[in-house]
């Protein structure tokens, strides 16, 4: 192409010919050279295009593209003589017009050939462009737009999309990204302390998205970490009494998991002294939670009682409030409370009533935690089979979640189950995985009927 280009090689007819001056033809050193070459030798308005396109991306939308380069009256020409060069091609045409460079090194050199202050200048036209032609839809954008900002290096704008996009990976359960998106968030506010200093509330909500994240898939002691300095701005941002409550709530589950029941009903018993009179809400319920679990956990004839009267309390007016994931759980505690009182037929209502609600909200944790607990029922039925298939599927929705925590516990019960079938070679397996996790995790109750299994 580049010596088509240079005219060094022409067509005659339908035959390729090569002109003598071929041979003192300078062939550059890198693939780089050859295309920067080539997009050197572009018209100036066209060789802009390019590098406007560059900057979007290996694939770049018509009307974006008009938007930054403001050419949108010639650019369609422009386009075409960049398609005619074999640098670009149409992608699609619906639902909006869109290319594509041709091969991603023509995207990376064009781009590398602009100066960093007018590639940023680019980035931030970029940015505007997303949020003015896409206004409607903005949430389908949020990671484009942090990383045009954040290459713009406008830090506030930045951290606002990085946090926007944190929590939409999130709920996902794209963990890995949404951690990359909250750290550079923690990264740009402690790098830029007057913009730390004045959004304190940026950084409580990146350290909530991390916690939630590493709890989510098991580092519990990370999460304890990042909920306790959450807690720490969020007393002294003064934050309402009901959402530093639900920062209690998700402190006590990473207690809870290190087998520290008593810190937890002590961070219960506090977070309903905060509510006050407000005992009927999903806080209030969060913190009955926390106390009924604790003392479920601690064991005993009152430990026992106790739990019992949250959870009844809690059952009073949960249906009245909205669902969340954090709500999940205390369903699930209801749940159980009706089994142990074999009570089938509420216990039944229950969970048809979180299954429906889990699926709308589309919450992993509480449609693997279901898929546990129904293998329980089999289970103490003596139908294992049919246990060890609920237990399966409560594990593979735990692994695409990536909840390492609730994997162990769908792995351990497997591996009980193959035992009282007694098929002992299987059952090491998942009892020796489980183990791995807990051991990771740090739930010494667990780690001890794990190895007590194996």
Same mark, same amino acid.
């Given at each position: 192409r580049s010596l088509i280009d240079n005219g060094i090689v022409y067509r005659e007819g339908n035959i390729w010919k090569a002109k003598a001056e071929?041979?003192?033809?300078?062939?550059?050193?890198t693939i780089?050279?050859?295309?920067? #070459?080539?997009?050197?030798? *572009?018209?100036? $308005?066209?060789? !802009?295009?390019?590098?406007?396109?560059?900057?979007?991306?290996?694939?770049?939308?018509?009307?974006?593209?008009?938007?930054?380069?403001?050419?949108e009256q010639e650019l369609d020409q422009y386009l075409w003589k960049l398609e005619d060069r074999d640098l670009i091609y149409e992608e699609r045409a619906v639902p909006e017009?869109?290319? #594509?460079?041709?091969?991603? *090194?023509?995207? $990376?050199?064009? !781009?590398?050939?602009?100066?960093a202050r007018r590639r940023s200048a680019f980035h931030r036209k970029v940015a505007e462009g997303i949020e003015a032609l896409y206004r409607e839809r903005l949430e389908e954008?949020?990671?484009?737009?942090?990383?045009h900002y954040d290459e713009s290096g406008d830090v506030e704008k930045t951290v606002e999309y990085l946090l926007k996009?944190?929590?939409?990976?999130?709920?996902?359960?794209?963990?890995?990204e949404a951690i990359r998106y909250f750290q550079r968030a923690l990264e740009l506010l402690d790098a830029s302390p007057p913009l730390g200093e004045s959004r304190k509330d940026w950084g409580l909500e990146a350290l909530k998205g991390l916690g939630q994240i590493y709890f989510g898939i098991g580092r519990i002691p990370e999460a304890e970490e990042h909920f306790r300095q959450a807690i720490a701005i969020g007393k002294e941002i003064r934050l309402t009494p009901r959402e530093l409550v639900r920062l209690y709530h998700w402190l006590g589950r990473a207690l809870f998991w290190q087998s520290r029941y008593e810190e937890r009903i002590r961070l219960g018993e506090g977070g309903l002294a905060i509510l006050g009179d407000d005992t009927e809400s999903v806080e209030a319920a969060l913190m009955n939670l926390a106390i009924a679990v604790g003392s479920l956990w601690l064991g005993g004839a009152g430990n026992i009682e106790r739990?019992?009267?949250?959870?009844?309390?809690?059952?009073?007016?949960?249906?009245?409030?909205?669902?969340?994931?954090?709500?999940?759980?205390?369903?699930?505690?209801?749940?159980?409370?009706?089994a142990t009182d074999k009570n089938m037929e509420e216990q039944l209502k229950w969970f048809d009533e979180l299954e429906e609600k889990a699926r709308r909200h589309r919450d992993l944790e509480a449609l693997g935690s279901l898929h546990s607990y129904r293998g329980g029922r089999f289970e103490g039925t003596g139908d294992l089979r049919r246990a060890i298939l609920e237990y399966q599927k409560g594990l593979d929705i735990q692994t695409k979640a990536g909840d390492s925590k609730h994997e162990s516990w769908s792995l351990g019960s497997i591996g009980r189950s193959l035992l009282k079938l007694g098929h002992l070679k299987e059952a090491e397996e998942p009892s020796n995985r489980a183990l791995h996790i807990l051991e990771q995790v740090g739930n010494k109750r667990d780690i001890a009927w794990a190895h007590l299994r194996i």
């Open positions: 071929i041979e003192a033809f300078p062939v550059p050193d780089q050279g050859v295309i920067m #070459s080539r997009i050197d030798r *572009l018209e100036e $308005e066209v060789k !802009y295009v390019l590098q406007c396109a560059s900057v979007i991306g290996r694939l770049f939308r018509h009307r974006l593209l008009a938007y930054t380069s403001d050419r017009l869109e290319y #594509s460079f041709k091969h991603v *090194l023509t995207q $990376e050199t064009a !781009y590398q050939s602009l100066l954008f949020y990671e484009q737009l942090a990383y996009a944190g929590e939409k990976a999130r709920l996902a359960y794209q963990n890995e739990w019992r009267e949250f959870i009844l309390r809690t059952a009073q007016f949960i249906r009245r409030l909205p669902y969340s994931e954090e709500v999940g759980v205390a369903y699930l505690q209801i749940c159980e409370l009706f």
